[in-house]
Nanobody
Framework: VQFVESGGGLVQPGGSLRLSCAVS????????MGWYRQAPGKQRELVGS???????NYVDSVKGRFIVSTDNLKNTMYLQMNSLKPEDTAVYYC????????WGQGTQVIVSS
């Protein structure tokens, strides 16, 4: 299984970014997938997930601002991030919710003025 994250960058507070996760080796329609992030000095945390049936869940700190979606034809998962805050600064990763595979390189998100 391989995950390739992209779309990160530097954005001002209040701005938006859309992250992509290209997945190979598994079919997204068969697994619950998640977006994770790791801020400097902190543990990696699950911020949003999507089940094969389309049910999504978010950590409280991103509810109403982040949206997880998938394109099953492209086998790609997305994270739309709106109203970004400095505390969203982290490296973002994608992986399965359970029985996780090896982590990808992640994509860096920096929210700063």
């Amino acid at each position: 299984v391989q995950f390739v994250e992209s779309g990160g960058g530097l954005v001002q507070p209040g701005g938006s970014l859309r992250l992509s996760c290209a997945v190979s080796g598994i079919n997204l329609r068969m697994r619950s997938m998640g977006w994770y992030r790791q801020a400097p000095g902190k543990q990696r945390e699950l911020v949003g997930s999507i089940m094969p049936v389309g049910i999504v869940n978010y950590v409280d700190s991103v509810k109403g601002r982040f949206i997880v979606s998938t394109d099953n034809l492209k086998n790609t998962m997305y994270l739309q991030m709106n109203s970004l805050k400095p505390e969203d600064t982290a490296v973002y990763y994608c992986n399965m919710v359970s029985d996780r595979g090896d982590w990808g390189q992640g994509t860096q998100v920096i929210v700063s003025s």
